[in-house]
């Protein structure tokens, strides 16, 4: 019997289930981060914009499809909403009602107390926060993508090709 | 300045960022940010967790975001992350903001201390990029967020006894 080498379908097997696997992890993470979103920012947290939460960043929490590269496999959650980086990371926010104009006027008079500082971090806790599930996840749906559990699954046949199935 | 507690670890990462000295006799952090007349900011505003409210010019923000306690010597490594955000208003105090967070980049990039039952070594910087605000945000803010990833084993966890 001539030898035939597997190695090409169970590299793509595997690359197949690790796509899985960090779509998984990145539904937990997108979850936690939509659960986080329900309330919006706060009020003119968009601007201009009305004064109840919009739903608008919520919406826009996607990912990326699984990449492979020199250091391993990624996928990326996120928004292309970009208050959201705002809100994270913290800033200053001017009163709703000032200008642009008046908010030079006022920077340069050194009104400094007109601003607020804002800050309300949601993404960075929600992965930090769920890190154990993101990897339980993920093993999950790796291993039922290699065809893990239940009969004839991965590990359900015995190692040698001539023992009786 | 020691493990003996957490604030000592805190203490530890803010002394180190605040202290170096650049190669070719750069400034200090320390120097760049300038101090208050009271408070953490008297050796530094470089302030943990909070700035005070009134703040101008140039001033940075450390936090810790993330401290899990990770391998296999019975709970005493903690792989932790800090953030270290450095601030400057007005805008045109952009390129002094870069260079703050240059110096706390190579602050952390070969600096470990070493104490009797305690260990705190600083990881290589992972993340670094400029927050580029717009309205809402006051555009006349620069932002220049660092992470500072570190392995701590403090003293006040080695020195417990079952």
Known sequence: MAYQSNLPQITQRMRQATSAGLLAAAAVVETKVKDGLRGGYGKRAEWPGPKSPTGNVMASVNHSEPEFGAEGAFILVGTDVMYALYWELGFWKWPAYFSEKLQRWVSVKGFRNQREWKRKEIWVPAFYGSRVEMMAAYDRAYKAALGGGGAGGFGSRAASPRSPR | ????????????????????TPPNAGATLATRLGSTSTGSGSDGKLFLDQAPDNIEGLWAILRMIDA??????????????????????????????RACADVAQQAWKYYSYIETNGVFIADHVTSRFTVPYAEPADRELVAERVLLPFRVVPSYLLTVSS
Request: proline share 4%; hydrophobic share 40%; with cysteine.
């Open chain 2, 68 to 97: 899990p306690v990770q391998g296999f010597d019975g709970g005493n490594l903690i792989r932790g992350q800090f953030e270290l955000i450095c601030y400057g208003r007005p805008r045109r105090m952009a390129a002094q903001v």
């Open chain 2, 1 to 20: 300045m020691s493990t003996a507690s957490w604030t000592g670890v805190l203490q530890i990462a803010r002394s180190r960022l605040l202290t170096f």
